[in-house]
């Protein structure tokens, strides 16, 4: 029998009650948003976490409390890198836990979660929740109802792709960010974690392959993404072949065993409508902008927030 408080699913699925009032009825942004939300217990493992997020290819899950459904935090793919040596969270394994990965992975998800959490309501519309995002950069806004639990979920990729097909002629070059983190193939894990960590970023290009350096530095090989990162920490076949339960053995395995190569680019004069969809039709949420087999930036769903704000 399956432990029911492993995953909490709040669905707002069946029939809504139609009130005439102006102030009872639901924001626009609900009509993107989702409203089938996964949720897990604040007691759920790290390495169980991690499994859900794989198995339903998330970025982020809202913490809620099994009793009530209210919502007590979230816990994101970036959280789960600074834990595995990208930041602070790092601390758990190495001190607490004396670098013994296969004990931390156990923790609590309570532990690396985030708590002071910025929220809409439910009444919110797209506008005031894509401001929302751009100020505090935000990758997703869970949604309360009146009584704080929660009632669904908008993320970056919701936005950019309802906005397939419609967004402007404004092109990729006018929005990518020119400021490219980019690593080597010998990169240990440990090391590109902490260049993602630090820097905010959910994927880093992989770059090198030419005997001129300054070719090299801009030559594309492949992209790493914390989603690439999470998968692997959560493979099966890595904890079949540790050689010991240390975190730091983990944590040496280089980039080019982990990254994806041949990865999906856009060049620079792609629309940004022409991207939305390409994000669409991939299920992705950033490419590197590259031409003549040189990065020349990267352009993420966050940047396509940018773009249609005024949508």
């Given amino acids: 029998m399956k432990d029911k408080t492993s995953i909490n699913r709040k669905s707002n699925t069946g029939a809504i009650e139609r009130e005439t009032k102006v102030h009872d009825k639901e924001g626009d942004i609900m009509a993107i948003a989702t409203r089938d939300v996964v949720s897990i217990p604040p007691s759920k493992s790290i390495k169980d976490t991690a499994k859900v997020m794989m198995e339903h290819e998330f970025r982020r899950l ?6 009530s459904g209210k919502l007590l935090g979230i816990v994101t793919v970036m959280d ?21 990965f296969l004990a931390a992975i156990n923790e609590p998800v309570k532990e690396i ?37 929660l009632a669904g979920i908008v993320t970056e ?3 950019a792709l309802s906005l397939a ?3 402007g002629k404004e092109t990729v070059q006018d929005f990518m ?23 905010g970023l959910r994927r880093i290009p992989i770059v090198g392959g030419e005997a001129d350096i300054s070719k090299a530095a801009k030559k594309l090989l492949g992209i790493l993404t914390s989603t690439d990162v999470i998968r692997f920490l959560n493979a099966k076949e890595l904890f079949d072949n540790l050689n010991s339960n240390l975190a730091t053995d983990v944590l040496k395995t ?20 022409e ?33 249609v704000k005024r949508y």
């Fill in 254 to 273: 280089i980039v080019s065993e982990i990254m994806v190569e041949d990865p999906v680019t856009v060049e620079p004069t792609m629309t940004v409508g």
């Fill in 80 to 100: 789960i890198l600074d834990f595995f040596g990208g930041g602070k969270k790092f601390n758990i394994i190495e001190k607490k836990y004396e670098d013994n």
């Fill in 62 to 67: 809202p913490i809620t409390d099994p009793g």
């Fill in 177 to 199: 960010s020119t400021k490219v983190f980019t690593t080597t193939p010998g990169t240990p894990l440990e090391g590109a974690c902490k260049i993602m960590v630090r820097n």
């Fill in 275 to 307: 991207l939305c969809e390409l994000f669409a039709e991939r299920n992705i949420g950033g490419v590197p902008v590259v031409k003549n087999d040189k990065v020349m930036g990267i352009i993420t769903e966050r940047d396509i927030l940018n773009a």
């Fill in 165 to 167: 097909g419609v967004a």
């Fill in 157 to 159: 990729r919701d936005i």
């Fill in 113 to 149: 979660m985030t708590r002071d959490l910025i929220t809409l309501s439910s009444k919110a519309s797209i506008g005031e929740t894509i401001e929302t995002m751009l100020a505090n950069q935000l990758g997703a806004i869970p949604l309360t109802d009146a009584d704080g639990k």
